[in-house]
């Protein structure tokens, strides 16, 4: 049995002599069990994330509406690409962080430096290209309406596809003031002023014969959002609250708050974890070229660090799948 | 296991995985973009076929990235099986009741929110 047989590693790794329990070293075991409690964390997010989804399966945001942003392609409608590239990159700097710990094990300084080089560029670029994303979401598409009792209301043409707020709106010139503490009451603070106010956005729908708006409600058959005919819209929009432009953990232009919530709180685990994945990886990095590993005639180190940035990238995977495809 | 093959190199092996995880990705990218009513509308099993592709691709792409990107395959099997076992058993137990919960939530709720004003 393999389970029972202690076959030395590299060095002296356990307190207590020359066994090592499950043929492993005390570093990569720990690390194996520090992924596995890691992965049930995430599971739970992401199974909360499940529940909520479920319950409100029938006027949850659909991904393809919200993440159609690519760069230097402002305004075309260009859904899973970006998020496809960033998966691209993860994977890439997978390749790159396996093929260190491949040079490590024939001691090939040179190689492994080049490839730890190349890892922690990847991770750069990936949280950079998550920030972009986070840039998007909070900023906001097309902006919309929020009612009364909290729905969402988007304009759409007699296409059925979203309108701008900017495109319609009438500006009225309201003095309204944003209220800073300076300017009024000091313990009182008042959040950014939307562009347009509930009025001036009813105004441009009421010039604008062609549109209409739609609902969070999906239709289970097309699996689409319900539009709702032109002659019943007033009833919606004399309910309007807010307008909304953009995400945040308040209010949601693309529909149920708890999307974003999800989105910020998901992604931003994992973003973290890439964070701190490229901050250990420098570390490591900087050993390797020290020269650290080559004196102790081994890079289980390299591995190691490894080890947890494919947990990254794996976790990505599943982010991937359950926020963007399914 | 792992320590006879420590000196040799296995970079051919891990582009051949890059190959595959690169493959699996470009389509379920493409999937995603086309829709196929066929794939998208229907139902089976509680869900849309498509959701179930895009779930056994990312259980595909998990399990090379974990055998070979993190070298689970070298390690002893009782490892491997206090890892991976432990995992799967408890994520898919956690998954199975929070979504039978949701789906409950949603028949019991769902009647009863307003969407005509």
Redesign the interface.
Known sequence: MEATIATKTNGPNWGGGDNNPLGSSYGKMMMWFFILSDALTFSGFLGAYGLMRFKFIDSWPIADEVFTHFPFMHGVHAPMFYVALMTFILIFSSVTMVLAVDAGHQLNKAKVTFYMFLTIIGGVIFLGSQAWEWKNFIGGSYGAVQLQDGKIIQFVDEDGHQVALESFAIDDHSERVQHTKSKGLWFVEEAALPAFTISEVIAGFEAHPELTIRTEKVDLETKSKTIVPREQAMLYLNKAKAVVVGANLKVNEYGNTLFADFFFFITGFHGFHVLSGVIINIIIFFNVIIGTYEKRKSYEMVEKVGLYWHFVDLVWVFVFTFFYLV | ???D???T???KL??KV?GI??VI??V??AL??AKPDVL??TKILG?SP??II??VL?LV??YY??W????MAD?????RR??VW??VF??IY??TL??I???Y??EV??PL?????
Do not use: D, P, Q
């Open positions: 296991m792992a320590h093959k420590e000196h190199s296995h970079t891990i582009w890059f995880l690169s990705t470009i379920e990218v995603g973009i998208y509308l869900t498509l959701n895009f779930l990312t792409k998990a990235i974990t070979f990107f993190m070298h390690e002893t099997k009782s490892l206090a890892v432990t995992a408890l994520i956690l998954a929070l979504l919960e949701g789906a939530l949603n709720l769902g929110v307003k969407w005509n004003y």
